[in-house]
């Protein structure tokens, strides 16, 4: 019998795109961490606390990514799920131009105020200070190929290629690695020679990421049009910035908050601890590396699911991220916590007399991992759902409130304002929690903790159907029954059902070769006032059912009926699924 919604093809989909995108945050959490491996080996401990205080000024930069890349991915994967993909374009193209351009800006003033900058983030007579404006002065060059490069990476895995963006990050890390080697070893350029592998590892990222709109199979595309003075091309910046804004704040608070444990840990401890708060930022890293490689579907799944007014696909997506990510950062916790002087001797602590400090410092440390990790995936669907103002709030208190801890614990017990970050996460927690609650008592239609909408625009009919002939049947009838109550016209609900009969039939027949009982095909069917919608979604070989581009030895007679019932059809091939979107006006 035909099935309520499973996971099935929502796992499938967050699977496929999990792994290549754990693997992409992998190789990128690994260049980081070899950046400060190698240096710190190569060159010193002081060489790897240089490029800690650099960080804030990157993470500065890289906000524009978030802006730009991580918000105009939004609005392109929910422009997708619309099947509105002259928008998707327009978006695309803004955010490449607009990060070409103000990346650009950012290295030449960067480069010019250098000096400055590191005298504000490194007391000059530090002997850490040489070390950190050779750093900067180098890295801030390959600031403009770093955000297109973000910008790039994101729109392609929005576009359902994941897989190259792995490729494209592993093999820049790959040669990260070498040129490490290469410019500090052989060629004695110091911390300067670990900043131009980077920048090299920066470029080879966005050709490869460039490869992807050879492939036949790519929805989205450049315009440069704009160029010849056609601006209508472009896509307006304030919704791209407004979907953006909230991991924007976000990624400038870090880049603030940073800062500002750099100045209280060199304040409170001095140089040492400085190499302390440098190994546990480290830990933090690999944290960021677990979100972003699973937590990242949220942001690409997600927003397609959303333009597809997927509430219950949306829900059934954020479970399963929330599961994975907390049992891989459980492990992590627990291995940092076993074994902290492994972790802390890959970063040259043999090399300072701080074991002890280092140990405790990385265990009170882990604590914090968990219900960070929960407040940020949080704020992500709050975003998603329509609550900027809140993912905003908990962009900026997130980090605030570590900061003030932190400072507070640092100012009562110096030795102990490690205890700073893991109260600051467990109390914000409670908090968006409570504010959760109180939002859904307001909005009852709405799920506790993830306020995520349970019911949708119209009626709706949500169901996942096994790959079998009498499956099929069943739902055929359920679908007739669901149009019948919802008062459409005869002649709409007879076409609706003559395109799911031939469509889900050729899905049994032709979709998959071993083990169809095994699969399920998605059927989301919306009656507006005017319109009902069909959404089909199925994991089998891919297959598009326009007419003109059917495979040899599949019958035409049942898809030319398809095509030529219904004008407005349209086929993506993502995430390793068909999904075959149609529309049908309604009769007065």
């Known amino acids: 019998m035909a099935e309520k919604r499973n996971s099935y093809l929502v796992s499938k989909a967050l699977k496929s795109f999990m792994f290549a995108s754990i693997l992409a945050a992998l190789a990128q959490q690994v260049a980081t961490t070899t950046d400060a491996i190698v240096v710190s080996h190569l060159i010193g401990p002081d060489a790897m606390s240089a490029v800690n205080l650099v960080m804030p ?18 609005v392109a994967a929910k422009a997708m799920g619309r099947r509105d993909l002259l928008t998707a374009n327009r978006v695309f193209t803004t955010a490449v131009a607009a990060t070409s351009c103000i990346g650009v800006l950012l290295s030449v003033v960067g480069y010019c105020l250098a000096p400055q900058i590191t005298s504000v983030i490194c007391p000059v007579d530090s002997r850490i200070y040489p070390l950190t404006l050779s750093f900067l002065q180098t890295i801030i060059l390959g600031v403009a190929f770093s955000l297109v490069g973000f910008t790039l990476q994101n729109f392609v895995k929005t576009d359902g290629n994941p897989r190259l963006v792995t490729m494209a990050v592993m093999t820049s890390t790959l040669l990260n690695f070498v040129f490490d080697i290469v410019f500090i070893k052989l060629f004695h350029m110091g911390i300067a020679g670990s900043a131009w592998a980077t920048i090299v590892s920066y470029l080879v990222a966005v050709s490869v990421c460039l490869l992807h709109f050879r492939r036949p199979h790519h929805s989205i595309h450049l315009d440069w049009s704009f160029l010849k003075g056609k601006f209508s091309i472009l896509h307006s910046p304030f919704s791209i910035v407004k979907e953006g804004f909230p991991m924007c704040i976000n990624g400038l608070l870090l880049g603030l908050c940073i800062y500002g ?18 190994v546990c930022l480290q830990l933090f890293l690999i944290t960021q590396m677990v979100m972003v490689g699973i ?102 208190a997130q980090l605030v409130v570590m900061v003030l801890f932190v400072w507070i614990f640092a100012l009562v017990s110096p030795d102990n304002l490690w205890w700073g970050f893991p109260m600051s996460a467990i109390v914000l927690l409670l908090i968006v929690l409570l504010v959760a609650w109180y939002k859904h008592h307001q909005q009852p239609d709405t799920a ?51 395109c799911c009969d031939e469509l889900i039939s050729n899905i049994v027949n032709y979709a998959v070769e071993k083990h169809p009982e095994k699969h399920f095909v998605d059927v989301h069917i919306r009656c507006l006032d005017k319109m009902v919608s069909v959404l089909l979604k199925d994991d089998g070989r891919p297959f598009n059912p326009i007419l003109k581009e059917t495979p040899e030895g599949i019958e035409h007679l049942g898809l030319r009926l398809v095509n030529g019932t219904n004008h407005n059809l349209t086929y993506q091939y993502m995430y390793d699924q068909n999904m075959v979107y149609m529309t049908f006006p309604c009769n007065p």
Request: hydrophobic share 50%.
């Open 57 to 74: 000024v990157l993470s500065l930069c890289t906000c524009i990514g978030y802006l730009f890349g991580m918000g105009g991915s939004v």
């Open 261 to 278: 444990f750099n100045s209280i840990v060199l304040h409170a401890q001095g140089a040492d601890g400085m190499y302390i708060w440098s």
């Open 295 to 396: 937590g990242g579907s949220l942001f690409s799944i997600g927003g397609l699911l959303t333009g597809e007014r997927d509430m219950l696909g949306l829900a059934i997506l954020f479970r399963r991220v929330m599961t994975y990510i907390c049992s891989v950062l459980l492990v992590l916790m627990l291995i940092v916590m076993v074994m902290p002087e492994a972790f802390g001797k890959l970063f040259g602590s043999s090399a300072i007399n701080v074991g002890d400090q280092l140990n405790t410092a990385l265990c009170v440390f882990s604590l914090m991992l968990i219900p960070y990790s929960i407040v940020a995936n949080l704020r992500v669907v709050y975003q998603i759902v329509g609550y900027r103002t809140m993912s905003v709030v908990f962009s900026i």
């Open 448 to 498: 506790w903790v993830t306020l995520i909408p349970s019911t949708t625009e119209g009626r709706a009919m949500n169901i996942s159907v096994r790959l079998n002939h009498d499956d099929v049947i069943q739902v055929l009838k359920d679908i007739a029954d669901f149009l019948k109550a919802c008062e459409v016209d005869s002649s709409t609900a007879y076409h609706v059902r003559l």
